[in-house]
Structure formats: C-alpha cells, structure tokens
C-alpha cells in the first residue's frame, strides 16, 4: 500500500515512512492512494472476536508490506490490553434506536488512546529497526495531548513536544500533560488557542531546516496511522449491530475531523454506515460549510466541550481531496486560499459529494448542559460535554429502523466543572487518577511566536542533527 499525499507534490510512501513524515513534505496530508475492500463475509466474521483481533484485521491491508503480520498482532494485543473494559470499545444502549460508544476506558480516559497506545507501539517498532530517533511535535486542545504523553513518556528514541492553548483546557486535562515526569515529554503553553497550536506545529513541519535537523514527526491526527486505528471501532460497533446485514448511523462530536473521517474510510472499505453526522459546539465552521460551501475561519469561541473549539479542521483536508475525486491541484489552490484569506469556497460538484457523505448540526451552550443532565436522568448514562454535544445532534438525525451510535469520545470526570454545573454533583473519578491533583507540574509558558517556539525545540530536544 502506497499513501499520496492531497496536494500532489510529495512523494508517495509506504506505511512506515508516512507513519515517520506526520505531514506531508507539501503541506498535504497522506491518504492511501486507494480503499482497501474487506468483503460481506469478512465483516460479519467479526461478530464476537476480541477488539484486538479485529482491529489488526481491519489495519492490516494499510501496513501490508512494512509491518509484519506477527508484528502487528502482537502489538494490537499489547495496545488494547492497556485499555480498563475487556470490550475495549463497549456500546451502551440508552433507548430504542439509540446507542453510545464508549471509547473512554484507555489509560487517559479520551478515545485518543484507542489509536494512540497503537500508534506509540507501531513508531517504537519502525525506530528500533531503522536505529533511529525522531522529535515529535504535536499540539492539543487537551485529549491528544495526555494521550501522546502517556504512550510515549520514558520511550528513549522520542521527544515529545506538545503546545497546548493557556487556560483553555480543563485542570485534569492539562495535569495528565504536566506531570508525567518524564525527561522526553516537554509540554508547552502557548499564549493563543488551539488553531494558533496547530498552526505552529504545521509552520515547524513547513522548515525544512528544522524538520530535517530534529527529524520531526508529529501524532496528531494528520498523521495516517491515527487514523487507520480509529476505523477499528465503526466496524466493531456495526457489526455487533448487525451489519453487514444492517446499515447503521453514527454521530461523532467533531473538532479536527479525524474521528468521522475514519468513520468515511471505514465506509469506503465496505461498512455499510447509513449517515455520518457531525457534530460541533458553537464552533460550527463544519455545520456552516456543510449548510452553504463557503468555509470561512471565525473567532474560536471557549466551550465547556473544550477540545472541540477549533475553526481550522485538518482532516476537511482529506474530505476535500476525495470530494475533488482526488484531485491534488483544486485542494492545493482551496488550501492557498485558506493559507492567504482564512476561507475558501467549495465548488457545487464537491459540496454536493461531501453532502452525499456528511450531515451536520451544531449544538450550544445550554442544549449541551440540557443534554447531560437529561441523558444522566434518563438513562442513567452520564455523558462529558463532548459526547453530549453528540447526543444532542445525533437526536435530531434519528430514523426508524436505523441503528444511530453517538461516539463517547472521553469521560465525564475529564470535564467535571462542567458536568457539576449540569448536574449538581461531581462524576466519579475512575481509579488511578487519586494522586492527579498531588502531583507536580512541570510545563513551560511560552509567547505565540513561531520562532520563540522553534529555538525552544531546537534547545530542548536530545537528539538535534548537525547541520549538513
Ligand atoms: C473529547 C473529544 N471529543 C471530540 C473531539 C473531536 O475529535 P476530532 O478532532 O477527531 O474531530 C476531541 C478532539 O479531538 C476530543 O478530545
Ligand atoms: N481535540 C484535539 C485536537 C487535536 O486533534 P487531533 O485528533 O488532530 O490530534 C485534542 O484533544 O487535542
């Protein structure tokens, strides 16, 4: 399997280097060149097998050729047996036709872990067998951020570097990122949000100085392998639905589109998925792209579902490729346009494509606080802003007959402010998490500033290359 990359002028490679890239020499990100098919009776062979099982089932076609088979099934088996549910990915039934993933019970308690505790075990292997050391450089809006943290603290041919906005995420999210410890983990507050992150982490990968001298990598979301590891979940969750026999919908709470575009990949491999429904908070920019094919970057609002406040959605980058039917040079010139006025508009043919694919809807401030408090009175289920931001949307997109499994993407106790206000009661904090609030923090506060951000790297990292 060889992966492009969506804006044309990078090289195509195979898993293990796309897998060490993050992004795109160009700019672009990586999408394999094209969908590998698993049959009717493939998928329905899943019913009943360990998630492990499945998921270096469903992996395998994407790392075929780079990473053996005995290889990746023991590191399946080594990533979910991290995870506290034996069902890794279990689904709640909360009524008739409604369903919740839970996709919470890896070690930081966000569906981060699913393809993080993989990914760490995948990047590790690749480094070991090459000799090599690479910088990774990711930024977070509070989930990834932890996860990354705690799959790759203590690992000897990694630094981590991960730039998170100051204040804007919750005091249990930004613990997990500042008191691991670790001498390979540098987490960094940077004074802006989670799109001014991003954009720094993207400016690093665009210097080819930089990027060649620390060896970046990144494990953001841009990067494939996070991807090809949250399809997993949509087929477990389908099958034991019914499918292939049965279509099923999903709503997945949405930020930078990574989620729900494995959710389109697992569709495109043969999952008969009925819809995929986005759901945002305030921050709509996907919701008002979908209503009018106009993308346009706002003001990033602060929400009590916190990881989801971002204008700037990476992956709508892959969406946008397959919606142009892979056309590099039309997402080249919607990202220059992005890059040079904070907007674009998608041509008629490829919106009609995304809305072929994709329906959206946004939820605020009061529905989502409405929405725990209700679901926790009704069911019994307790849901954190995020999913309940997926509740609230996922309701109004229900059909007869058809199955709908809203996405849990972390737990309550990550978001317990929130969920208080809601509810008038703290969630209960899982075990493991006691001494989280005794720990010392250690983190680094540094100004919104590409080159403050740069030599920083360049004079914390271990491994630096000499200059050639
Ligand atoms: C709890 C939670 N829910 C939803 C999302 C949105 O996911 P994505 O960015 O893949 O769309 C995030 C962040 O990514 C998150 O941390
Ligand atoms: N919400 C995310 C933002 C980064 O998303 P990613 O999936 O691209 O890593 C977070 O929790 O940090």
Not at 3 to 31: I, K, M, N, Q
Not at 34 to 47: D, H, K, N, R, V
Not at 286 to 309: C, N, Q
Not at 353 to 379: L, Q, Y
């Amino acid at each position: 399997m060889k992966y492009v990359s969506t804006r044309g002028r990078a090289p195509a490679l195979g898993f293990s280097d796309v897998l060490l890239a993050g992004l795109a020499g160009d700019g672009g990100l990586y999408v394999p060149e094209s969908w590998p098919q698993l049959s009717s009776a493939e998928i329905a062979g899943f019913a009943g097998r360990p998630y492990a099982e499945v998921a270096a089932q469903v992996i395998r076609p994407f790392t075929t050729g780079d990473i053996d088979d005995a290889d990746l099934d023991r590191m399946c088996a080594e990533a979910y047996a991290t995870f506290r549910h034996p069902a890794v990915a279990p689904l709640v039934q909360l009524a008739p036709g409604e369903w919740v993933l839970e996709l919470f019970h890896g070690p930081t308690l966000a569906f981060k872990d699913v393809a993080m505790q993989l990914l760490s075990r995948m990047m590790d292997h690749t480094l070991a067998r090459r000799g090599e050391k690479v910088t990774i450089i990711g930024a977070t809006s509070g989930d990834t951020g932890g996860a990354a943290i705690e799959a790759f603290r203590d690992r000897d041919n990694v630094d981590l570097f991960m730039l998170f906005p100051e204040g804007r995420v919750s005091p249990f999210q930004q613990r997990q990122m500042t008191t691991s410890g670790a001498a390979n983990i540098h987490p960094i507050a940077i004074k802006g949000n989670f799109d001014d992150c991003q954009a720094m982490v993207k400016a690093a990968f665009g210097n080819k100085r930089l990027r060649e001298r620390l060896a970046l990598t990144g494990v953001n979301s841009i990067n494939w392998a996070r991807i090809v590891a949250q399809i997993v979940y949509y087929f477990t969750a389908a099958v034991a639905l019914g499918a292939p026999g049965r279509r099923v919908s999903f709503t997945v709470p949405t930020g930078n589109f990574g989620d729900i575009f494995a959710g389109y990949a697992a569709k495109k491999m043969g999952l008969p998925i009925a819809d995929l429904v986005i759901a945002t908070n305030v921050n709509d920019i996907l919701a008002r792209t979908l209503a009018t094919g106009r993308y346009e970057v706002g003001g990033v609002e602060a929400t009590t579902s916190p990881s989801m406040d971002i204008q700037v959605s990476s992956n709508f980058e892959r969406a946008l490729f397959e919606a142009c039917d892979r056309d590099a040079e039309a997402v080249d010139r919607l990202m220059a346009a992005l890059a040079q006025s904070r907007a674009f508009t998608v041509e008629p043919q490829a919106l009609a494509a995304i809305r072929d694919d994709f329906v959206a809807g946004t939820t605020d401030e009061a529905e989502c606080a409405a929405t725990i408090v209700g679901t926790w009175r009704d069911t019994g289920f307790l849901p954190d802003p995020h999913t309940a931001v997926g509740l609230a949307v996922a309701r109004r997109h229900m059909a007869p007959e058809t199955p709908m499994v809203t996405l849990s993407t972390a737990h309550p106790a990550k978001f317990s402010a929130a969920v208080e206000a809601a509810t008038g009661q703290p969630p209960a904090l899982p075990p493991g998490f006691d001494d989280l609030t005794s720990r010392k923090e250690e983190f680094v506060v540094l100004a919104n500033d590409q080159s403050v951000v740069e030599d920083f790297l360049l004079s914390n990292a271990n491994s630096v290359r000499d200059e050639v």
